[in-house]
């Protein structure tokens, strides 16, 4: 896979160029292998307005992306299922890495918040952060799910490895 910003290939684990330092959208591959399904509702991105396409995970988790800014929408339970399966398999990081990116993260500079429409009822979701600390903004729709925008699940990976 090729850094968005400056081609130099990716590193196998991991967000950040280490060409450019650009932080890469990672979410469909830190999802791993999935099948895309076809769906009678098309939804729309509640960033780009473009149709998601829906998938299904090997556990039978499915999930809506987009394929523009690589933002999911997701079922809550299906997120901590995610989460949960990613975190058995995978070593301990380290947190001093994590944490930095945290706080240099310049999506948290941003002073506005825009709230997202669901997918589903078009209503506005909440803005949440993920785990109250961890820098990490979700959208939710307590009815319908949680968007996660492009290269957050990977920050959630790795936070709940050093949390």
Known sequence: MQCSYCHAPLPQR?????????????????IGETEKIQTEQTLLCPLCEIPLSRHRHANAVCF????????????EDNLLSCVESYAEKHSKIDSSKIKRFIMENPRNNHKDITYHKCPYCTLPMKHIMYKKVSGIHLDICEEHGIWIDGGELKQIFEWTQVS
Do not use: A, K
């Open 14 to 30: 991991g967000m950040v160029c280490p060409y450019c330092q650009q932080n890469n959208t990672l979410n469909l591959r830190s």
């Open 64 to 75: 809506d992306h987009c394929e523009r800014c690589d933002g999911l929408f997701i079922e």
